[in-house]
């Protein structure tokens, strides 16, 4: 199942991320490697925030994988774990999309997962080369709320629920399964995105689009909020903002992005 990747479980530590981060930049990778830890006592989020979760109510992991495209050739990379994330729920709750679209399960631009606007999860990439002609190096870490996941159950046709997530996610052996199923997704899709990169995704992923159509608000990265409306992604993943008469195009970095009320 999960042919080339190293798998690590540990009961605690301060962040899988900065683990995988400290080896690679210590030159000791050689191999994918998933790292799933039971606890997280400094778990980091996005734009130096922190990720606060408690064993029981959230699956904690990173996998770091090894690019041959150069950082500046990944551009829609966390867009593509977010679709690699819905496929690998859909295969260990063995549903299909539709099912899984009924439930509210949806992408938030450019990293998050949402379920009827609760947050389901989020991804951290951190990483990058080393030197000229050495492999891209991506720490690619997963959160994802289980308590969410309850709510996704509730919003399943009645006669789905029957693997559905809370039960896959509440009993130790089935939140493995579904790290398995996970990682398995994730290796095949980030194989993909490095012979083809985003565009083929393009697509797909603006079926899971929360905001398509919505007036947003974007911030962070230190400048001015930018406002208009979500109108898709362009085939590098970067959002198209639309205002008035023009269509602006806003890259991921770490910039955030709210429904404007
Ligand atoms: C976000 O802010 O939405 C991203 C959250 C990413 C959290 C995961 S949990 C596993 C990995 N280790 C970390 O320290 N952070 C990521």
Redesign the pocket.
Known sequence: MTANCILERITET?????DLLARWRAGELIDPVARI?HK?T??????G?V?L?SPED?L???LAFPFKRTPSELSGLSLLVGLAVITGIAQACDLNEANLQTSGLRLKWP??LLVNEG?L????IEGGQAKAGDPTWMII???INLRNAEVFEANLDSGLTVSALTQLTKLAPDVEYLWLKLIDSLEHHLAEFDLQGFKPYQKCWMKWDAYRGQSVCISGAGKDPIYGTANGIDEAGALLLQQDNKTITIHAGDVSLRIQS
């Open positions: 301060k962040s899988t991320n900065d830890a997280q400094a778990g980091k989020g996005r734009a925030r990720w979760a959230s904690c992991f990173s990293n998050d947050k999860g989020g991804i951290l870490g997963i959160g």
